[in-house]
């Protein structure tokens, strides 16, 4: 899910949690993002997209530490806010995330075969704003999402995770779920609005790679 840039302009320099927990200060650049390489990020129509991936069964391992860490880099370079692994082509249930919400909190972290909570409706609304995705690079539309989220799973070493978000982090834990399930936000549209998307990824996604390869590059990656 790409990030909002306004609403990053508004995180900087504010309060941080960093898989759930309020710290003092943190770096621009997760120390994930320091040490991961830059992988591939899959496009809509590739099959690894529509199919449920599996529950990570392997904790506390070297393997998928270093998949955490490369995914929060091609996160980081494809100016994300959330990534599937399923994204990066591994069929796992996993997703990293860098994102703010609408009260300029950061949220940076990791959850492992997360199930999404939604509030009952009564407790809950709808809102309707612009959506992107790193695998339709270039488009957005309009996706009507709850305003308040709530995720439990695992961090990599197998601990309990209960991760809560509002506004735009609702937004992208939603939408980084929806991923794991084998969906994309053009599930969620019409079929009308999901050409329109395919029409802008076609008008936009050599700019949105140039982008990506310069951002990396000026990351010696």
């Known amino acids: 899910m790409p990030v909002s840039h306004d609403r990053t302009t508004r995180a ?3 309060r941080v949690r960093v898989q759930g927990r309020p710290v003092d200060s943190y770096p621009a650049l997760p120390p994930e993002a320091e040490r991961g390489a830059v992988r591939r990020i899959t496009e809509i129509g590739e099959d690894v997209l529509s199919r449920p991936c599996q529950e990570v069964t392997d904790f506390a391992s070297a393997e998928l530490s270093t998949l955490i860490d490369d995914m929060f880099l091609t996160m980081h370079i494809a100016d994300g806010a959330g990534l599937a692994a399923n994204q990066v082509g591994v069929g796992l249930r996993l997703f990293v995330y860098d994102c703010p919400d609408d009260d300029g909190i ?3 972290g990791h959850i492992v075969n997360p199930v999404l909570d939604l509030p009952e409706p009564g407790g809950r609304r709808l809102i309707e704003e612009f959506e992107g995705c790193l695998s339709v690079p ?4 309009t996706v009507p999402r709850t305003d308040r989220a709530v995720v439990r799973g695992l961090d990599k070493d197998g601990n309990p995770l209960v991760i809560e978000g509002t506004g735009y982090f ?3 834990l939603q939408h980084e779920t929806d991923h794991l399930l084998g969906h994309t936000y053009l599930d969620r549209l019409s079929k009308r609005d999901r050409k329109e998307a395919l029409r802008q990824m076609a008008d936009r996604r050599e700019e949105v790679f140039a982008r990506r390869a310069q951002k990396a590059a000026h990351l010696g990656r």
């Open 138 to 141: 270039g488009a957005t539309m």
């Open 12 to 14: 900087v320099d504010r």
């Open 170 to 172: 609702a937004r992208c």
């Open 106 to 108: 950061r949220h940076v």
